[in-house]
């Protein structure tokens, strides 16, 4: 595999940057056109700047992977032309960017997406079953682009009509507590999804990096949030089926956003690239009834809502193990957990969210959300319970 960069920059710096290209990349064939002071010879005509004469050489920029630059200006254009383009000012600056560089570059081999609107610029995440990569468009707007990795043609067309038309209601689902979905569809043999970028990361990674427990109004608006953000998704006739503090991202105002419900988890059931006894998501967060081979349901989404619910509450997971089959026999065997002594209210709210049997569960998020709401009132009359509102939190 061949990789061509075109280093635009004076010469002096094109041998350091050539020796750090080529430590990155063993194996590699890399080729240089070293072009001091070609950037002036740059047409203002952008319609022309693709082809560049400059003392008898004509620069075709499409043939090259990468364009290593120092200017701002030349590094937008190529980047408006669809040009891959570093600008850096320090080595290493240059050394972190190519490394970003190189991964999109291996996975894009693997796993293209041609998107006529996108512009991808990094990988975010990459899972046995989907990559998501960065994406921008001309106006500088970022977005994040799921592609899953099996081919569309492995799908029958009567599968593949009923993935699009899921899109379709996915990306017209609204919700404050909902991560946007904007566009999807098929490009390269693979199905994508278009949805809003958000930079901070999920609220598993928020968690684990405090040595303490939220304080509770911060906890229980952040709860409300989930379970308002799930009741639009149940609304819509979507089931969530791998709700988790992972799939919860944070907002730069500190709101939440939940993210992976839809028609993700059906078509990859679809195209057998996962098989029922794998579609039960995290051992932490599954239901009893998915353990032992019954189908997923609105039910089984409380269940998780209500590990959610302990987890901010505790700490803590309310369930552990040496291994993922211990971990799930806890979920069918073990008693529901206990909250502590001030927090009792909310006990009767917890085992009617993590009942082992569906049928004794809350019938709908809207009877949830009721008894919570009761439930916080009465602890906050109780205790006059005053913390700092979780939007004030610091979230980096």
Known sequence: MSLSV?????????????????????????????????????????SQFSSVNKKTKTVDYSLYDLCVVRGT????????????????????????????FLQLHRHLKKYPLDLQDWRLTEVLHNSQDCIIYKGVDANANLVAIKRFKFQASQLSEKSVREYLK??????????????????GGISNNAFYLVMEYLPLGNLRRFLDARDKVLPLRHALEWFEEIANALAAVHQAGLIHRDLKIDNIMLREDGSLALTDYGVSKNILLSADFL?????????????????????????????????????????????NGNNSHDLMMAHIKKPIPSLSNELMLFQPLLEKMMAKSPNDRFVDMTELLRSFKQARDLIFQSNNTKSTPPHFLPIS
């Open 73 to 100: 200006d030349i590094a937008n254009r190529l980047k408006r032309l669809n040009v891959s383009a570093i600008r850096w000012d320090k080595m290493e600056d240059l050394s972190v960017k190519f490394d970003v």
């Open 6 to 46: 075109l280093l635009l920059m004076n010469g002096k710096d094109s041998a350091a940057i050539e020796a750090l290209l080529k430590s990155k990349i063993p194996g590699y064939d890399v080729s240089f056109y070293v072009s001091e002071g070609l950037a002036n010879g740059f047409s203002n005509d952008e």
């Open 275 to 319: 098989t029922e006894d794998e579609f039960h998501g995290s051992p932490y967060y599954v239901s009893p009834e998915i353990i032992i081979g019954d189908p997923c349901s609105g039910s089984s989404d409380i269940y998780s809502l209500g590990i959610i619910f302990y987890e901010l509450l505790a700490g803590a997971r309310p369930y």
């Open 166 to 183: 899921g899109i379709s209601l996915q990306c017209g689902v609204r919700s404050n507590g909902l991560i946007d979905f904007y566009e």
